[in-house]
Nanobody
């Protein structure tokens, strides 16, 4: 399974960006959770937003720092999520990583953690 991330870039404070993350693989798989983490220089990687398919109807989880500004949504095919980032602040500057907990059909054990390549988001003041 691979996670392909896209989006990111340079934007002024108050602007918007959209990230996307698509999961694909040669074998069938099921996504438990998929979302975005970020890591700013000198800081630990932190959860930004996550979409969970575990609960009926799906659920979302956001870091307090992005609530009301960021929205995570999924495609109808369920293998892609989008992160709409509005009202961006300089403190949102970081490398954003797509992450997913995935069960490959036929495998044994719990879901495995997958990471996509990072994408840089820079917000200028």
């Amino acid at each position: 399974v691979q996670l392909q991330a896209s989006g990111g870039g340079l934007v002024q404070a108050g602007g918007s960006l959209r990230l996307s993350c698509a999961a694909s693989g040669s074998s069938r798989f099921s996504i438990n959770t998929i979302g975005w983490y970020r890591q700013a220089p000198g800081k630990q990687r932190e959860l930004v937003a996550e979409y969970s398919y575990i609960s009926s109807g799906g659920s979302t989880n956001y870091a307090d720092s992005v609530k009301g500004r960021f929205t995570i949504s999924r495609s109808s095919a369920k293998n892609t999520v989008y992160l709409q980032m509005n009202s961006l602040k300089p403190e949102d500057t970081a490398v954003y990583y797509c992450n997913a907990a995935i069960i490959e059909y036929g495998s044994i054990g719990p879901a495995k953690d997958y990471w996509g390549q990072g994408t840089q988001v820079t917000v200028s003041s």
